[in-house]
């Protein structure tokens, strides 16, 4: 069966710093997607990057990026200039068949100012 | 923009009643899932449908049903509440492949089972 792990229950950064959280995967799969979700405080989960396994370049979406090491199944969201707006959940998701995801645990994300 | 809704956003019922939680999409979306929250264990899919009339068991279907009889509509069923389906029930819809497997989710429902 695919699984995804998250090893970090909770992280914690300031403000406009920098921070990753990490993910790893188990697939015997060639070809699959990669996603990070934020699920903040008022629970309504929103994706925040998608990396299609396939590409060799690492997916960027303003202040988020991802480091995709396929070889490592490794899978890790790294969040620059940190906002307070950032608190929340994350979750890293790998697709399986029928279109359906697996979920990793979660990183809860504190921000302080 | 797509738009996922769940008809209660908390909800409390007593052990041994039957439980409807309702979700409709709005993006003639195919594919539907109702998966639940716990702390510590992420989300679990509970069924999901891939058309309508059509189901498939998740990870942890005991003690649930579904029915899809409208595409935008699926709907989960607790037969008789227990105070272990205690949680946060999330429900998502995603277009077939080819739209890179996606899913856009509901506001989810806090369900407590006294």
């Known amino acids: ?113 | 923009d797509v738009k996922v809704t769940q008809s209660s956003r908390y909800l409390v019922k007593r052990t041994g009643e039957k439980v409807f939680l309702e979700c409709v999409q709005d993006m003639d979306h195919e594919n539907m899932f109702w998966y639940r929250q716990d702390p510590g264990l992420g989300l679990r899919l509970i069924y999901f449908s891939y058309d309508v009339k059509m189901k498939e068991k998740g990870d942890i279907p005991e003690g649930y049903s579904v029915s899809r009889e409208k595409k935008e509509r699926f709907s989960l069923i607790l037969e008789s509440a227990s105070t272990n389906q205690t949680s946060m029930y999330l429900c998502a819809s995603s277009l077939s492949p080819g739209a890179g497997y996606e899913q856009y989710f509901g506001p989810g429902t806090r369900l407590t089972v006294t």
Not at chain 1, 25 to 36: A, G, I
Not at chain 1, 43 to 70: D, H, P
Not at chain 1, 74 to 87: N, P, R, T, V, W
Not at chain 1, 96 to 110: D, I, N
């Open chain 1, 1 to 113: 069966a695919q699984t995804v792990t998250q090893s970090q229950p909770e992280m914690s950064v300031q403000e406009a710093e920098t921070v990753t959280l990490s993910c790893t995967y188990d697939t015997s799969e060639s070809d699959y997607y990669l996603f990070w979700y934020k699920q903040p405080p008022s629970r309504q989960m929103i994706l925040v990057i998608r990396q299609e396994a396939y590409k060799q370049q690492n997916a960027t979406e303003n202040r988020f990026s991802v480091n995709f090491q396929k070889a490592a199944k490794s899978f890790s969201l790294k969040i620059s200039d940190s906002q307070l707006g950032d608190a929340a959940m994350y979750f890293c998701a790998q697709n399986t068949g029928f279109q359906k995801l697996v979920f990793g645990t979660g990183t809860r994300l504190l921000v302080s100012p």
